[in-house]
């Protein structure tokens, strides 16, 4: 008595509703095909964060290395370089983290989509918050990462300048 309540409450359907729900091949089909646009956006943002992994990596490799040259006394002018180095950091870690959430909300769209094959409740506005949501993310992580890329850029033409001068 008290688990049908439950599942009453949730608005799940019961197992034989649930079956001849998903027993079409048909709704199942739709519903993957539904879900390849959300899955390949998916390996679209692995394949950026890569990219941005890969920026952060070699940056935080760069200080550690100018730091431990500062150690022993012999960076010289590198330590010019450590304050752009460490604001390269910051929003290289800042666009992974934000790309990070967008695969997350993003594989919370495809679960919603395949939720919503098995639920009596609509979720169509649920998954488009998610889907805006997954944009939003995404969008800020790419402009942070422009950012990072436009603030390497700056600090490579005034190293040239500085060169120059010599």
């Known amino acids: 008595m ?9 608005a799940l359907p019961d ?8 027993s079409s091949s048909a709704r199942v089909q739709h519903v993957v ?5 959300p899955a390949f956006l998916l390996a679209g943002i692995g394949a950026v964060m890569n990219v941005m992994t890969n920026r952060l990596i070699w940056v935080a490799n760069r200080i550690e290395r100018i730091m431990q040259l500062d150690e022993e006394d012999r960076a010289g ?7 752009a180095l460490e604001k390269r950091r910051v929003l290289a870690q800042r666009a992974v983290m934000l790309s990070t959430a967008s695969a997350v909300s993003i ?5 919603l989509l ?8 609509q979720m169509g506005t649920l998954i488009a918050i998610a889907w805006i949501v997954t944009m939003l993310f995404l969008m800020a992580g790419l402009v942070t990462f422009l950012l990072e890329t436009r603030t390497a850029a700056r600090r490579n033409r005034e190293r040239m300048k500085r060169s120059l001068r010599r």
Do not use: C, H, K, N
């Open 114 to 121: 395949f939720t919503s094959a098995f639920v009596r409740p």
């Open 15 to 22: 197992p034989g509703d649930l079956v001849s729900r998903t």
């Open 77 to 83: 002018t590198l330590v010019e370089d450590l304050p």
């Open 2 to 10: 008290m688990f049908e309540a439950m599942v009453a409450a949730l």
């Open 33 to 37: 095909q539904l879900s390849l646009a």
């Open 107 to 111: 594989s919370v769209v495809i679960a």
